[in-house]
């Protein structure tokens, strides 16, 4: 019967033992969070301060254009996000649109964000609403800073937006407080059609994005037309500490974490052994 030691030296097996590995440290803490220790990057704390500084009974713009594919990287920070915006609705008296204009997934998707928000004591109608999957991307959310109703003469469920109580009085960007947009796209589309009219009446904008398109963003973060951003999963798990609400975005990270430990400790071995190997003679040199 093979020993292990035999079993071991042989290259296909240290591969595999190395996988098995991969797979137990990516897969425990998806199961099971640590909470590691994480950076949280200042744009994230600037996009939470902005959200947790609406005044009482500000309006909160939700605009949810992320898909499918996209869900592992943003899902974190928009789920965060919803979860903060609601918080508000409760202790503040804050009021949410919640809308999506680039593809109808992101309806969907926005309807299992507002699933792991506690509703508890919150009236639809009254205290949000979700007007879904308005068609026209770029037209719809230019027209949204001047006439919602117009663009969205019903809600998501067939109600009248005219007939909502907690539209009454909202129906342009002069009653907005907050804008915020997840998009797995181009972000300059939100500072093309909301930056001119938000920056004149000093509305934050927020944008929660994919990390390979964070560079397009930064001019316009410096030049203050977006005012913060979202930076993927990292973004996602930082804001979930800060609401102190671990979930996805830290249970990605921690299996990131522990996969690169990995990583650095097969390194590690690796030369160990190879520098051994060099300084230690055969044994019949030896004899």
């Known amino acids: 019967m093979m020993s292990f030691k035999e079993w071991f030296t042989r290259r296909e097996n240290q591969d595999r033992t190395i996988f098995v590995l991969y797979l137990i440290l990516i897969a425990y803490p998806m199961l099971r969070p640590m909470g590691l220790p994480i950076p949280i990057e200042e744009p994230t704390i600037k996009s939470y301060e902005l959200l947790e500084n609406v005044p009482e009974g500000g309006v909160i713009v939700l605009v949810s254009d992320e898909g499918f594919p ?5 899902g974190a920070g928009e789920v965060a996000v919803y979860r903060h915006a609601f918080k508000k609705v409760r202790e503040d008296g804050c009021k949410i649109i919640c809308l999506t204009c680039y ?4 309806k969907i998707l926005t309807e299992r964000s507002i699933s792991q928000v506690d509703l508890t004591g919150l009236k639809y109608g009254e205290d949000w609403v979700q007007l879904g999957y ?9 027209a949204m800073t001047d006439d919602l109703k117009g663009i969205a003469p019903v809600d998501q469920f067939g109600t009248p937006t005219k007939d909502i109580p907690m539209l009454k009085d909202i129906n342009s960007i002069d009653d907005y407080d907050y804008l915020y947009a997840c998009t797995y796209t181009a972000m300059d589309v939100y500072i093309r059609q909301w930056g001119e009219k938000a920056l004149a009446r000093e509305i934050p904008i927020v944008i929660n994005m994919l990390s390979g398109t964070v560079p397009l963003a930064m001019p316009y973060y410096r030049a203050g037309t977006m005012t913060a951003y979202l930076n993927s999963i990292t973004a996602g798990a930082g804001y979930e500490k800060l609401i102190g609400r671990p979930g996805m975005g830290a249970a990605l990270m921690d299996a990131q974490s522990t996969a690169h430990l990995l990583g650095i400790g097969v390194i590690i071995v690796a030369q160990v052994a190879f520098v051994i190997k060099l300084t230690t003679k055969p044994k019949e040199e030896k004899e």
Do not use: K, T
């Open 70 to 74: 996209s869900w592992a990287e943003l």
């Open 134 to 142: 308005i068609p026209g991307y770029e037209a719809v959310l230019s």
């Open 103 to 106: 593809e109808i997934a992101g």
